[in-house]
């Protein structure tokens, strides 16, 4: 079974600061690394992606930071906002056409 | 476009039941998933198509578990006979390509009593 890591499993941050999700992955065939964001009541929607040959990536006041060594990225949310309260899920991809495995999800709480 | 388009958003029904979820993807997208997802297994995968032909079904739960794709316009997951551990939020997504990653729907949120 691929497998995704993800922690913590709940975040509470106030807001301006920087929220940071972590995961990691086992399969060293995963090209491709999104992040996506689900509002209550909601589907999870593409928040920001990145693939191996970069380090970083950053999308206003969202970056991931991508590890291929140690077989880790994170999403670091800089400047949180109570708006940004969600859950938070990273995923992995073998590659194009292949199934997407999720993380099991971080509920982030940005408090006023 | 509207999105991809789930039906029903709520399903109550009652155990033994038949129950049929639909789902439309976008237009021009040639994949499309189905998951569920519940608080202790989080998003599971239970089934993928590409252009309308299943590829991977190996997270279909059991034989109760079903899925069709009749054409690129319209999905269905059914479950038959439904039981109380099949409640969860079902959610179906399309996707163009992982370069364009998936669409999902707002889901259909299913109890069985």
């Known amino acids: 079974q691929q497998q995704v890591k993800q922690s913590p499993q709940s975040l509470i941050v106030q807001k301006g600061g920087i929220s940071i999700i972590n995961c990691a992955y086992e399969n060293t065939a995963f090209d491709y690394f999104p992040w996506y964001q689900q509002f209550p009541g909601k589907g999870p929607a593409l928040l920001i992606a990145i693939r191996p040959d970069v380090s970083e990536k950053k999308e206003g006041r969202f970056t991931i930071s991508f590890n291929k060594s140690a077989k880790q990225f994170s999403l670091h949310i800089m400047d949180s906002q109570p708006g940004d309260s969600a859950t938070y899920f990273c995923?992995?991809?073998?590659?194009?056409?292949?199934?997407?495995?999720f993380g099991t999800g971080t509920r982030l709480a940005v408090r006023p | 476009d509207a999105g991809v388009i789930q039906s029903p958003r709520h399903e109550v029904t009652e155990m033994g039941q038949e129950v049929t979820l639909r789902c439309k993807p976008i237009s021009g997208h040639d994949y499309l998933f189905w998951y569920r997802q519940t608080m202790m297994r989080g998003l599971e995968l239970l089934i993928y198509f590409n252009n309308n032909v299943p590829i991977d079904d190996s997270g279909m739960p059991e034989d109760r578990f079903s899925a069709k794709m009749p054409n690129a316009s319209f999905s269905t997951l059914k479950i038959q006979p439904s039981e109380p551990r099949d409640s969860a939020v079902y959610f179906c997504?399309?996707?163009?390509?992982?370069?364009?990653?998936?669409?999902f729907g707002s889901g259909t949120r299913l109890t069985v009593v």
């Open positions: 995923a992995s991809e073998r590659n194009s056409g292949d199934k997407l495995t």
């Open positions: 997504a399309s996707s163009a390509g992982q370069a364009y990653g998936y669409t």
